[in-house]
């Protein structure tokens, strides 16, 4: 029982961790300290999203294939220097790709293209 306790504890601590970093495309248009991040995703496998910092991997959702969602992060979640880079894991087969680190400021919109023919190299930040 205790062990199930603390895997209890462990899942409930990673949810509300990552409600504090990602908001609704909602929360975006309403908050402009955050920064709009719109993701498209050209490939067909369904990818898992994350915003790199300091070397760990903060989740931030999922993107189906072929589909865009658009997320907002808070300005405290980013590094001083308000660099971006973003990681997106294939849920089909783990392959991996990065975005180039980019700045962003609150209010701006940062868009992402995964694509595996760019090598996941298409962001722009408006």
């Not at 205790?2 to 495309?25: A, E, K, N, W, Y």
């Not at 920064?35 to 995703?41: A, D, Q, T, W, Y």
């Not at 993107?63 to 405290?76: C, K, L, N, Y």
């Amino acid at each position: 029982m205790p062990r199930f306790s603390v895997t209890l504890s462990i899942i409930l601590i990673c949810v509300s961790l990552q409600g504090c970093v990602v908001r609704s495309s909602r929360a975006a248009a309403a908050d402009p300290a955050a920064i709009r991040l719109v993701i498209e995703n050209r490939e067909f496998d369904a990818m898992n999203v994350y915003l790199a910092r300091e070397g760990v991997r903060i989740p931030i959702g999922t993107v189906d294939g072929f589909g865009t969602r658009t997320f907002a992060i808070s300005r405290s979640m980013l590094p001083v220097d308000a660099t971006l880079v973003l990681v997106a894991v294939s849920r089909a087969c783990s392959e991996v790709l990065q975005s180039p680190s980019v700045s962003a400021q609150p209010g701006q919109v940062v868009s992402w293209r995964i694509e595996r023919a760019s090598f996941g190299r298409s962001v722009l930040v408006r």
